[in-house]
């Protein structure tokens, strides 16, 4: 059912997703580990960072980022984990 591959249907050329690393796209936009709300973005519900695939930001602009998390982990401005019964 999911594999049809009779047709091969391609169309969806145009409407490839923007990827741009709001980092890179707003230079106003710093990466701060004091900065909790704006990491805040880059976490799951669970408190897991969120992949580069899925936050589109760029190779160094993760790594920062990541890195501003872990520090702001330390200093428990946010979590490592969240624990909650859903
Ligand atoms: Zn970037």
Known sequence: ???ATTRPRRKKRFFR???VCRFCADSNLKI????G???RYFL????KIIPRRISDNCAKHQRQMTLAIKRARQMAL???????SI
Request: aromatic share 12%.
């Open 37 to 39: 709300k704006t990491l």
């Open 1 to 3: 059912m999911a594999f």
């Open 78 to 84: 946010l979590p490592y984990t969240i624990t909650q």
């Open 17 to 19: 997703r923007r990827r």
């Open 44 to 47: 799951t519900e669970r408190g």
């Open 32 to 35: 701060d580990y004091k900065d």
